[in-house]
């Protein structure tokens, strides 16, 4: 499959699985040393060519101003981990969660300790360098974090695999809120 392609496929997921409304979130693939990402303001579940933008790996080019806002945050992650792809939500039970924890989220469900361990709940500004510090070091360790009152930052080797872990978060979050009230 086209790396466009993929990237539209699992934006229509994020939207679909509700961990991403509207114009929030954004989805990266590392292509050779070039970064695929969704442009500033794509709606994910309708991606065409035109929202999928090309930037370089190593630095600033002039494509960032197309692409997401978060791009310097993507770019620190690829640089400090081994990560392929990078999906980052605002899925609400994550978001509620990272606000009313202090950190690390410690799930509660079988799956999600097996398969997440901690999830370190981390600070910092939409698309700044403060965000693309903390994200990048909390995932050289982990396979999520979660931006507190933000959002997840998801890694996997493919688009697949972020998606699973984006995925896992929510329903470990969801688990968390839900034994809460009870």
Sequence with gaps: MQPQMEISKFGRKLVASGLAYAHFGNISLLLDEKILITSTGSMLDEIGEDEVIEVTREGPCPEDALASCETVVHRAIYE???????????????????????????????????????????????????????????????????????????????????????????????????????
């Design 80 to 182: 400090k981990t081994l990560a392929g792809a990078v999906i980052h939500t605002h899925s609400p039970y994550a978001v509620a969660t990272s606000i009313l924890e202090e950190g690390p989220f410690e799930p509660m469900d079988g799956e999600g300790a097996r398969f997440l361990g901690a999830v370190p709940i981390i600070e910092g500004e939409m698309g700044s360098l403060d965000l693309a510090k903390n994200a990048s070091q909390a995932l050289k360790e982990h396979r999520a974090c979660i931006v507190r009152g933000h959002g997840v930052f998801a890694i996997g080797a493919s688009l697949e695999e972020a998606y699973i872990v984006a995925c896992m978060v929510e329903h470990s979050s969801m688990i968390r809120r839900l034994v809460n009230v009870g």
